[in-house]
């Protein structure tokens, strides 16, 4: 079985980086695309960005464009959020989620796509 935990979240001001983790482990060949989505209390989970098993295709929201990067390590089994330029809006719980298909299969389907999630980590940016 899947396991995906996120780190690397925590509280900073606007304007300022963060780095989120997602390690995954236990049957990870079942991985083809990683993706990150974020959850406002009140709000429906939003996609952030998403990344193919190779790393050549990666998608973004448009808010995420020009500030998130997201990357990948197999040898470490881990997916990277590099996170520019916050703004208070960007608070939330952040997770990491896995599917078994590609990239341009799960990018129409949003959440419902991936399989397995993480927990998640709290960011949050103060102003």
């Known amino acids: 079985q899947v396991q995906l935990v996120e780190s690397g979240g925590g509280l900073v001001q606007a304007g300022d980086s963060l780095r989120l983790s997602c390690a995954a482990s236990?049957?990870?060949?079942?991985?083809?695309?990683t993706g990150w989505f974020r959850k406002v209390p009140g709000k429906e989970r939003e996609f952030v960005a998403a990344?193919?098993?190779?790393?050549?295709?990666?998608a973004y929201a448009d808010y995420a464009k020009g500030r998130f990067t997201i990357s990948r390590d197999n040898a470490k089994n881990t997916v990277y959020l590099q996170m520019n330029g916050l703004k208070p809006e960007d608070t939330a719980v952040y997770y990491c989620?896995?599917?078994?298909?590609?990239?341009?299969?799960?990018?129409?389907?949003?959440?419902?796509?991936?399989?397995?999630w993480g927990q998640g980590t709290q960011v949050t940016v103060s102003s």
């Open positions: 989620a896995a599917a078994r298909v590609p990239l341009t299969a799960v990018v129409g389907l949003g959440a419902s796509g991936y399989t397995y």
């Open positions: 236990g049957g990870t060949f079942r991985i083809v695309t």
């Open positions: 990344i193919g098993r190779t790393g050549d295709s990666t």
